[in-house]
């Protein structure tokens, strides 16, 4: 996914910071061209920083979110905006089979669901497809989990 924004006056750089969904590797592009990370900064070892005119950019991994947190100079760039409390709950009902079904394998599954849901909820879709996408996710998850327990059950006798 690619999240830009432009650093302040005076030097007003176009910054474009894309990461990739499933490895969470992060680059990020000045004005076009790629910055390599220089892991000098004053906000610790947190994160990763990228010096780029004008400062110095830190770009961190955020907890269950798929929109990675910035700070450029100290101060907090706002990439997307927060999820609201009715978007974790429509993301995080995958979990709920996983809890009902016990077992490593529907968390397995149930996890997977989660980050694909989350995925789903930060797109740029109407909320009406990205709430029917998510119900839609919970359901194949069940699925899913029923289907493995079956053929688990079956491979090892049981069924």
């Known amino acids: 996914m690619k999240y830009s924004f432009q650093t302040p006056p005076p030097f ?4 474009v910071i894309d990461r990739s969904l499933f490895s969470g590797k992060v680059k990020v592009y000045a004005d076009g061209q790629v910055v390599r990370p220089s892991h000098h900064g004053t906000r610790g070892a947190a994160g990763t920083f ?4 004008g400062g110095v950019l830190e770009v961190r991994s955020g ?3 798929v929109v990675p947190m ?5 101060d907090w760039v706002q990439l997307a905006p927060p999820m609201k409390s009715w978007e974790w709950l429509v993301a995080g009902l995958p979990l709920l089979p996983g809890v009902f ?7 397995f599954v149930s996890f997977i669901a989660l980050f ?8 740029p879709q109407p909320i009406g497809v ?10 194949v998850s069940i699925a899913a989990i029923l289907a493995l327990r079956l053929g688990l059950g079956m491979l090892l006798g049981r069924g």
């Open 70 to 74: 910035v700070w450029y100079n100290e």
């Open 130 to 139: 990205r709430v029917a996408s998510c119900v839609a996710v919970l359901v």
């Open 12 to 15: 007003k750089v176009n910054v």
């Open 50 to 53: 990228y010096q780029i005119k």
């Open 101 to 107: 079904f016990l077992g490593l394998d529907s968390f």
């Open 116 to 123: 694909l849901n989350l995925v789903i909820i930060r797109s």
């Open 63 to 65: 907890l269950l979110d």
